[in-house]
């Protein structure tokens, strides 16, 4: 007779408890003591998981298998997400219609960009060199301002050209950066049906954005708010990508507060506690953290 393969069943198998940082009794504190493990017993590779966390994780939440396929693990245990997986999530097909730019109605006032709740609009000003000698430069998306190109000027810098564009995976096309350019009479934003190439147009000139460099401190007014938007590595710390409402004021508000305190003390230098409300959880719907800062 053939033996049966035998199945591991959990309810029948015998436990033994392994007791971690239990006294033996008798045991000296001091010798016991020594003994502890120097490392928690549920330590993380903290790169690794990050790594495995944007692959495997995000990945499989992408494919909308997340919940059903993912096993639960050290990380989902400990409520643990990587910070600015958000910036992996795509919006492009949430609205029927993406904000254009008109560059020769723009003064560079920076209002759009810090009004939007989305981190979908975002801006920099570059010395006029610097682009024109780029092969993938357009000049419909840049305006030659008073403020970035003439007083700079005056001052003996190089005029730069100021950008705006739109990151169409993270516009969720509510309006408000239109409504606002509008309210201040400039009318340089409008609304724009997406039809066959529309996405493509705007990924292609997101990734111009996104290559061209940052805005050279020398641009930045640090005692201006929306000047602080322009620089990306210490204000720019809430990425989009969070599943507020389309509008949502709060978020505007979130993103205003991060960039001025990342700007003033650096992103090291900060973290969120979070106490409860709408914020806590449109910035956490597993798997998607829109900070590049701690929080809780
Ligand atoms: S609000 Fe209008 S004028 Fe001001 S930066 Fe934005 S597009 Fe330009
Ligand atoms: S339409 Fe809304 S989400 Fe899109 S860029 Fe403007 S403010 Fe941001």
């Known amino acids: 007779m053939t033996e049966e393969a035998r199945v591991f069943n959990p309810v029948e198998a015998e436990v033994e408890e392994v007791p971690v940082a239990t006294k033996e009794p008798g045991l000296a504190k001091d010798v016991h003591e020594a003994l502890l493990p120097t490392e928690s017993v549920l330590s993380l590779d903290v790169a690794a998981y990050v790594q495995d966390f944007n692959a495997r994780v995000i990945g499989a939440y992408e494919k909308g298998v997340g919940s059903q396929e993912l096993p639960a693990d050290v990380g989902v245990a400990r409520s643990l997400i990587p910070p600015g997986t958000a910036a992996l999530r795509d919006f492009s097909y949430l609205s029927p219609e993406i904000p254009e730019f008109i560059a020769d109605k723009c003064v560079g006032c920076m209002t759009c960009v810090t ?22 430069f357009d000049g419909f998306h840049w305006a030659r301002t008073r403020k970035y190109f003439e007083v700079p000027a005056r001052k003996g810098l190089e005029g730069a050209l100021f950008g705006i564009f739109i990151d169409p995976t993270k516009c969720k096309g509510c309006a408000e950066c239109v409504e606002v350019c509008a309210a201040l009479g400039y009318d340089a934003l409008r609304m724009l049906r997406k039809g066959e190439g529309t996405l493509e147009r705007y990924r292609r000139a997101f990734n111009f954005f996104r290559h061209v460099g940052p805005t050279p401190a020398e641009y930045v007014n640090e005692k201006s708010l929306a000047d602080m938007m322009l620089a990306e590595e210490s204000a720019l710390l809430y990425v989009g990508g969070a599943g507020s409402c389309m509008g949502c004021g709060e978020g505007t508000a979130l993103r205003m507060m991060v960039a001025a305190t990342g700007f003033a003390y650096g992103p090291e230098g900060m973290a969120i506690v979070a106490a409860t409300g709408c914020n806590t959880v449109y910035c956490s719907t597993y798997p998607y953290n829109p900070f590049l800062v701690p929080w809780t």
């Open 115 to 136: 009004e939007c709740p989305d981190t979908a609009i975002l801006a920099k000003a570059i010395p006029a060199s610097r682009l024109e000698g780029d092969p993938e």
